[in-house]
């Protein structure tokens, strides 16, 4: 019931590219979703998040899509970068995510020049 | 603002000996996490303070590990005796009821030999 399931745990994208990451919960009682990214050697910062009262954020290339129904919410990327090289987290809270916060497995995005 | 400052960033020692792992939260956030993080484990919650009481250590993954926070500007999170085991990076997130996003310090990597 607590966990989030992320997916793919690696994605390989062309420059210019859209990048999908998937992630899928089951505890309908979480009410905040934001997605992270880390950059090797560093801690994941908070990239976009969404609540479940609105099925689409949209910041700058970054856009978080969000299912309700079927539980599920992703992050697409625009135009991917090679900066946008970096490991992406989803994750779920209830409480308006100011407390425990749970994550996916983590997706390793390389975006190739 | 210094952001989340943990130290020391690695620490390298025998298994057997005990580990001190130090946090200083960001000035004025109320909420403070730590997580562990491993390959196959993904990012994991082990503990975490409301006003440095600890809420929620359901994820401390034994008797070995402990957590304190004697105040609002410090924790540590202490293995004590350490294991091969317990390598990994070891992450403090700092976060206000306000703001709701968790501040991540750069973590401190942990190599038990």
């Known amino acids: 019931q607590q966990q989030v399931k992320q997916s793919p745990q690696s994605l390989i994208v062309q420059k210019g590219g859209i990048s999908i990451i998937n992630c899928a919960y089951e505890n309908t009682a979480f009410d905040y979703f934001p997605w992270y990214q880390q950059f090797p050697g560093k801690g994941p910062a908070l990239l976009i998040a969404?609540?479940?009262?609105?099925s689409e954020k949209k910041e700058g290339r970054f856009t978080i899509s969000f299912n309700k129904s079927a539980k599920q919410f992703s992050l697409h990327i625009m135009d991917s970068q090679p900066g946008d090289s970096a490991t992406y987290f989803c994750a779920a809270s209830t409480q308006g995510g100011s407390e425990k916060l749970v994550f996916g497995k983590g997706t390793k995005l390389t975006v190739n020049p | 603002d210094a952001g989340v400052i943990q130290s020391p960033r690695h620490e390298v020692t025998e298994m057997g000996q005990e580990v001190t792992l130090r946090c200083k939260p960001i000035s004025g956030h109320d909420y403070l996490f730590w997580y562990r993080q491993t390959m196959m484990r993904g990012l994991e919650l082990l503990i975490y303070?409301?006003?440095?009481?600890?809420?929620?250590d359901s994820g401390m993954p034994e008797d070995r590990f402990s957590a304190k926070m004697p105040n609002a500007s410090f924790s540590t999170l202490k293995i004590q005796p350490s294991e091969p085991r317990d390598s990994a990076v070891y992450f403090c997130?700092?976060?206000?009821?306000?703001?709701?996003?968790?501040?991540f310090g750069p973590g401190t990597r942990l190599t038990v030999t």
């Open positions: 969404i609540r479940p009262d609105v």
């Open positions: 303070f409301n006003n440095n009481v600890p809420i929620d």
């Open positions: 997130a700092s976060s206000s009821l306000r703001a709701y996003e968790q501040y």
